[in-house]
Protein backbone atom coordinates (compact mmCIF):
# COMPACT_ATOMS: atom_id res chain seq x y z
CA UNK A 1 0.00 0.00 0.00
CA UNK A 2 0.70 3.26 -1.21
CA UNK A 3 0.07 6.11 1.48
CA UNK A 4 0.70 10.07 0.27
CA UNK A 5 -0.01 12.55 3.43
CA UNK A 6 0.30 16.58 3.15
CA UNK A 7 1.35 18.58 5.59
CA UNK A 8 3.49 15.50 6.75
CA UNK A 9 6.00 17.62 8.75
CA UNK A 10 3.42 19.20 10.99
CA UNK A 11 2.02 17.98 14.45
CA UNK A 12 -0.29 15.48 13.38
CA UNK A 13 1.20 14.74 9.88
CA UNK A 14 4.50 13.42 11.92
CA UNK A 15 2.20 11.68 14.48
CA UNK A 16 0.40 10.36 12.47
CA UNK A 17 3.30 8.89 10.34
CA UNK A 18 4.91 7.09 13.27
CA UNK A 19 1.45 4.91 13.77
CA UNK A 20 1.67 3.80 10.19
CA UNK A 21 4.94 3.18 10.37
CA UNK A 22 4.26 1.51 13.36
CA UNK A 23 1.37 -0.46 12.40
CA UNK A 24 2.84 -2.04 9.34
CA UNK A 25 -0.26 -1.71 7.23
CA UNK A 26 -3.55 -0.36 6.77
CA UNK A 27 -6.60 -1.38 5.82
CA UNK A 28 -5.47 -4.97 6.00
CA UNK A 29 -3.02 -4.35 3.55
CA UNK A 30 1.42 -4.25 4.20
CA UNK A 31 2.36 -0.43 3.44
CA UNK A 32 5.08 -0.41 1.33
CA UNK A 33 5.66 3.06 0.58
CA UNK A 34 4.98 6.72 1.68
CA UNK A 35 4.99 9.68 -0.19
CA UNK A 36 5.81 12.70 2.68
CA UNK A 37 4.81 16.26 1.82
CA UNK A 38 4.96 19.61 3.52
CA UNK A 39 6.56 23.19 2.48
CA UNK A 40 9.79 21.88 4.56
CA UNK A 41 10.63 18.29 3.65
CA UNK A 42 9.32 16.20 6.66
CA UNK A 43 11.31 13.85 8.96
CA UNK A 44 11.25 10.10 8.31
CA UNK A 45 11.33 7.59 10.83
CA UNK A 46 14.73 5.44 11.09
CA UNK A 47 15.14 1.80 11.01
CA UNK A 48 11.90 1.24 8.83
CA UNK A 49 12.34 -1.28 5.42
CA UNK A 50 9.43 0.79 4.24
CA UNK A 51 10.54 3.26 1.55
CA UNK A 52 10.04 6.86 1.90
CA UNK A 53 9.21 10.12 -0.23
CA UNK A 54 9.79 13.01 1.33
CA UNK A 55 9.22 16.49 -0.66
CA UNK A 56 9.28 19.68 0.19
CA UNK A 57 6.42 21.31 -2.32
CA UNK A 58 4.21 24.17 -2.80
CA UNK A 59 0.71 22.45 -3.26
CA UNK A 60 -0.21 26.23 -4.98
CA UNK A 61 1.84 25.47 -7.45
CA UNK A 62 0.79 25.15 -10.81
CA UNK A 63 1.59 21.17 -11.51
CA UNK A 64 2.32 20.79 -8.25
CA UNK A 65 0.10 17.37 -7.65
CA UNK A 66 1.15 15.99 -10.68
CA UNK A 67 4.60 14.09 -9.55
CA UNK A 68 2.53 13.33 -6.14
CA UNK A 69 -0.18 11.69 -8.05
CA UNK A 70 1.56 9.77 -10.86
CA UNK A 71 2.75 7.11 -7.93
CA UNK A 72 -1.48 6.17 -7.89
CA UNK A 73 -1.50 6.49 -3.83
CA UNK A 74 -3.95 3.64 -2.08
CA UNK A 75 -4.91 6.14 0.56
CA UNK A 76 -4.41 9.69 0.86
CA UNK A 77 -4.18 11.84 4.03
CA UNK A 78 -5.00 15.65 3.21
CA UNK A 79 -3.51 17.91 6.70
CA UNK A 80 -2.02 20.66 4.89
CA UNK A 81 -3.70 23.91 5.86
CA UNK A 82 -3.64 27.10 6.23
CA UNK A 83 -4.99 27.67 10.17
CA UNK A 84 -7.85 29.52 11.41
CA UNK A 85 -6.48 33.21 12.17
CA UNK A 86 -3.87 33.20 9.58
CA UNK A 87 -6.59 32.04 7.15
CA UNK A 88 -8.59 35.31 8.47
CA UNK A 89 -6.31 37.53 8.47
CA UNK A 90 -5.39 36.84 4.48
CA UNK A 91 -7.65 35.99 2.40
CA UNK A 92 -5.81 34.80 -0.67
CA UNK A 93 -3.17 32.53 1.07
CA UNK A 94 -5.97 30.65 2.81
CA UNK A 95 -7.85 30.27 -0.15
CA UNK A 96 -4.76 29.41 -2.50
CA UNK A 97 -4.03 26.58 0.61
CA UNK A 98 -6.96 25.40 1.80
CA UNK A 99 -9.51 25.30 -0.44
CA UNK A 100 -7.83 25.60 -4.45
CA UNK A 101 -5.07 23.04 -3.51
CA UNK A 102 -7.58 20.58 -2.51
CA UNK A 103 -9.45 21.06 -5.68
CA UNK A 104 -7.17 20.44 -7.49
CA UNK A 105 -6.55 17.59 -5.68
CA UNK A 106 -9.31 15.60 -6.27
CA UNK A 107 -9.36 17.07 -9.97
CA UNK A 108 -5.74 15.28 -10.18
CA UNK A 109 -7.49 11.89 -8.80
CA UNK A 110 -10.07 12.07 -11.36
CA UNK A 111 -7.41 12.42 -14.53
CA UNK A 112 -5.83 9.19 -13.07
CA UNK A 113 -8.75 7.29 -12.48
CA UNK A 114 -7.93 6.85 -8.52
CA UNK A 115 -11.43 6.26 -8.37
CA UNK A 116 -10.80 3.81 -5.28
CA UNK A 117 -8.08 5.73 -3.46
CA UNK A 118 -8.84 6.70 0.13
CA UNK A 119 -8.57 10.31 0.77
CA UNK A 120 -8.88 11.02 4.34
CA UNK A 121 -9.50 14.82 4.85
CA UNK A 122 -9.00 16.56 8.37
CA UNK A 123 -11.74 19.16 8.32
CA UNK A 124 -12.74 21.57 11.20
CA UNK A 125 -15.45 22.46 13.91
CA UNK A 126 -15.44 25.92 12.54
CA UNK A 127 -17.12 24.68 9.56
CA UNK A 128 -20.51 25.50 11.58
CA UNK A 129 -21.70 28.90 12.55
CA UNK A 130 -24.41 31.53 12.92
CA UNK A 131 -27.56 30.44 14.77
CA UNK A 132 -27.45 27.20 15.55
CA UNK A 133 -29.14 24.99 18.26
CA UNK A 134 -27.79 24.02 21.71
CA UNK A 135 -26.47 20.20 20.20
CA UNK A 136 -25.81 19.69 16.55
CA UNK A 137 -25.58 17.02 14.63
CA UNK A 138 -24.13 15.87 11.34
CA UNK A 139 -26.40 16.95 9.50
CA UNK A 140 -26.60 20.64 11.11
CA UNK A 141 -26.49 23.24 8.30
CA UNK A 142 -22.64 24.95 7.97
CA UNK A 143 -23.01 28.52 8.30
CA UNK A 144 -19.21 29.50 8.82
CA UNK A 145 -18.30 32.19 10.31
CA UNK A 146 -14.79 32.86 9.39
CA UNK A 147 -12.53 31.99 6.34
CA UNK A 148 -11.12 28.93 7.56
CA UNK A 149 -14.45 27.70 8.55
CA UNK A 150 -15.70 28.39 4.45
CA UNK A 151 -12.86 27.04 2.96
CA UNK A 152 -13.18 23.89 5.21
CA UNK A 153 -17.22 23.59 4.61
CA UNK A 154 -16.40 23.69 0.66
CA UNK A 155 -13.86 21.45 0.42
CA UNK A 156 -16.30 19.28 2.28
CA UNK A 157 -18.91 19.76 -0.20
CA UNK A 158 -16.10 19.36 -2.80
CA UNK A 159 -15.05 15.89 -1.60
CA UNK A 160 -18.71 14.20 -0.82
CA UNK A 161 -19.92 15.22 -4.39
CA UNK A 162 -16.37 14.08 -6.18
CA UNK A 163 -17.15 10.67 -3.89
CA UNK A 164 -21.19 10.64 -5.57
CA UNK A 165 -19.91 10.69 -8.62
CA UNK A 166 -17.30 7.52 -7.84
CA UNK A 167 -13.85 9.47 -8.61
CA UNK A 168 -12.64 8.77 -5.14
CA UNK A 169 -13.59 7.54 -2.06
CA UNK A 170 -13.32 10.45 0.28
CA UNK A 171 -14.26 10.87 3.75
CA UNK A 172 -13.85 13.71 6.20
CA UNK A 173 -13.37 14.14 9.97
CA UNK A 174 -14.29 16.97 11.23
CA UNK A 175 -11.56 17.74 14.04
CA UNK A 176 -12.37 19.08 17.76
CA UNK A 177 -9.90 21.46 19.39
CA UNK A 178 -6.81 19.17 19.87
CA UNK A 179 -5.92 19.68 23.19
CA UNK A 180 -3.18 19.27 24.48
CA UNK A 181 -0.27 20.37 21.68
CA UNK A 182 3.14 19.90 22.14
CA UNK A 183 5.58 22.82 20.86
CA UNK A 184 4.80 26.53 20.52
CA UNK A 185 1.83 28.56 20.20
CA UNK A 186 0.58 28.91 16.46
CA UNK A 187 -1.40 31.05 14.13
CA UNK A 188 -4.34 29.10 15.24
CA UNK A 189 -6.99 30.75 16.98
CA UNK A 190 -7.75 27.92 19.22
CA UNK A 191 -3.88 27.48 20.09
CA UNK A 192 -4.66 29.04 23.52
CA UNK A 193 -6.68 26.23 24.90
CA UNK A 194 -3.10 23.88 24.60
CA UNK A 195 -1.00 26.93 25.85
CA UNK A 196 -2.90 27.65 28.72
CA UNK A 197 -2.37 24.24 29.67
CA UNK A 198 1.24 22.86 28.28
CA UNK A 199 3.33 26.40 29.52
CA UNK A 200 2.17 26.26 33.22
CA UNK A 201 2.78 22.43 33.21
CA UNK A 202 6.50 23.37 31.91
CA UNK A 203 6.41 26.26 34.68
CA UNK A 204 6.09 29.08 32.24
CA UNK A 205 3.14 31.56 32.58
CA UNK A 206 0.47 31.06 29.88
CA UNK A 207 -2.83 34.39 28.47
CA UNK A 208 -6.36 33.27 28.30
CA UNK A 209 -7.63 35.43 25.73
CA UNK A 210 -11.40 34.32 26.12
CA UNK A 211 -13.43 34.15 28.95
CA UNK A 212 -13.37 31.55 31.71
CA UNK A 213 -16.92 30.28 31.11
CA UNK A 214 -16.02 29.40 26.67
CA UNK A 215 -17.21 25.97 26.19
CA UNK A 216 -14.48 24.12 23.84
CA UNK A 217 -15.61 20.87 21.88
CA UNK A 218 -12.23 19.20 22.12
CA UNK A 219 -10.21 15.65 21.76
CA UNK A 220 -6.54 14.39 22.74
CA UNK A 221 -3.56 13.98 19.67
CA UNK A 222 -3.89 10.12 20.46
CA UNK A 223 -7.52 9.85 19.94
CA UNK A 224 -7.06 12.00 16.80
CA UNK A 225 -5.06 9.73 14.90
CA UNK A 226 -6.76 6.55 16.12
CA UNK A 227 -9.46 8.49 14.04
CA UNK A 228 -7.22 9.30 11.06
CA UNK A 229 -6.23 5.83 11.07
CA UNK A 230 -9.60 4.30 11.45
CA UNK A 231 -10.63 6.79 9.19
CA UNK A 232 -8.80 5.42 6.38
CA UNK A 233 -10.35 1.66 6.92
CA UNK A 234 -13.92 2.51 7.42
CA UNK A 235 -16.15 1.04 4.67
CA UNK A 236 -17.00 3.68 2.15
CA UNK A 237 -21.02 2.21 2.03
CA UNK A 238 -20.84 2.86 5.65
CA UNK A 239 -20.46 6.61 5.56
CA UNK A 240 -23.96 7.19 3.86
CA UNK A 241 -25.07 9.42 1.05
CA UNK A 242 -22.85 12.19 2.88
CA UNK A 243 -18.67 11.93 3.82
CA UNK A 244 -18.68 14.66 6.46
CA UNK A 245 -19.21 13.77 9.94
CA UNK A 246 -17.75 14.83 13.59
CA UNK A 247 -15.54 12.91 15.48
CA UNK A 248 -16.70 12.35 18.95
CA UNK A 249 -14.99 15.15 21.10
CA UNK A 250 -15.87 16.08 24.85
CA UNK A 251 -17.26 19.24 25.82
CA UNK A 252 -15.60 21.74 28.29
CA UNK A 253 -15.21 25.16 29.78
CA UNK A 254 -12.53 26.96 29.82
CA UNK A 255 -12.57 26.84 33.72
CA UNK A 256 -13.03 23.04 33.54
CA UNK A 257 -9.66 22.84 31.47
CA UNK A 258 -8.07 24.89 34.44
CA UNK A 259 -10.00 22.81 37.34
CA UNK A 260 -7.95 20.07 35.68
CA UNK A 261 -4.66 21.21 35.23
CA UNK A 262 -4.83 22.60 39.03
CA UNK A 263 -6.06 18.60 40.11
CA UNK A 264 -2.91 17.20 37.65
CA UNK A 265 -0.06 20.42 38.74
CA UNK A 266 -1.57 21.59 41.70
CA UNK A 267 -3.08 25.27 42.02
CA UNK A 268 0.99 26.98 41.18
CA UNK A 269 -0.11 25.82 38.03
CA UNK A 270 -3.22 27.05 37.27
CA UNK A 271 -1.72 30.94 39.06
CA UNK A 272 0.20 31.30 35.88
CA UNK A 273 -2.72 31.73 33.71
CA UNK A 274 -2.83 35.38 32.54
CA UNK A 275 -6.57 36.16 31.82
CA UNK A 276 -6.16 38.87 28.93
CA UNK A 277 -9.02 38.79 26.24
CA UNK A 278 -8.44 39.23 23.13
CA UNK A 279 -11.56 40.45 20.97
CA UNK A 280 -10.56 39.37 17.58
CA UNK A 281 -9.22 35.42 19.28
CA UNK A 282 -13.12 35.73 21.08
CA UNK A 283 -15.05 36.36 18.35
CA UNK A 284 -13.60 33.38 16.42
CA UNK A 285 -13.90 31.10 19.10
CA UNK A 286 -17.83 32.15 20.19
CA UNK A 287 -18.49 30.96 16.45
CA UNK A 288 -17.79 27.17 16.98
CA UNK A 289 -20.18 24.84 18.74
CA UNK A 290 -19.71 23.33 21.53
CA UNK A 291 -21.83 20.18 22.10
CA UNK A 292 -22.25 17.90 19.37
CA UNK A 293 -24.21 14.57 19.16
CA UNK A 294 -22.06 12.06 17.56
CA UNK A 295 -24.40 8.93 17.25
CA UNK A 296 -22.51 8.62 13.09
CA UNK A 297 -19.06 8.92 14.58
CA UNK A 298 -19.57 6.27 17.46
CA UNK A 299 -21.22 3.93 15.18
CA UNK A 300 -19.15 3.64 12.79
CA UNK A 301 -16.43 2.57 15.49
CA UNK A 302 -14.67 6.13 16.06
CA UNK A 303 -13.38 6.40 20.06
CA UNK A 304 -13.23 9.50 21.92
CA UNK A 305 -11.61 10.76 25.36
CA UNK A 306 -13.27 9.96 28.84
CA UNK A 307 -12.37 12.86 30.45
CA UNK A 308 -10.00 15.69 30.52
CA UNK A 309 -8.05 15.05 33.59
CA UNK A 310 -7.07 12.11 31.67
CA UNK A 311 -5.82 14.34 28.62
CA UNK A 312 -3.49 16.60 30.61
CA UNK A 313 -2.24 13.65 32.82
CA UNK A 314 -1.62 11.71 29.60
CA UNK A 315 0.34 15.05 27.91
CA UNK A 316 2.17 14.72 31.91
CA UNK A 317 3.25 11.25 31.36
CA UNK A 318 4.08 11.51 27.75
CA UNK A 319 6.63 15.16 28.69
CA UNK A 320 8.38 12.93 30.81
Given at each position: MHILI???A????????HRLVARGELCGQPITRFTLVDQVAAA????????????????????????????????????AAVVSSAAEADLDLGMAVNFDATRALLEGC????????????????????GELPETLDDMTALQPQNSYGAQKAMCELLINDYSRRGLVDGRVLRLPTIVIRPGRPNAAASSFASSI???????????????????????????VIEA???????????????????????????????????????????????HDPDPSIESIIA?????????????????????FADIVAAFVAESQ
Open positions: TGAGFLGQRLLAPEGSTIAFDSRALDLTAPGAWEGLLDGRPDAIYHLRARGLATTRLVMASSVAAYGLREPLKGEEAICPVAMEQPLFVMSPDKLVHGAEVDGEALGKFRAFMLPGITVSVAEMLAALGEVAGPEAVARVRSWPARFNTAKAERLGFVGDDN
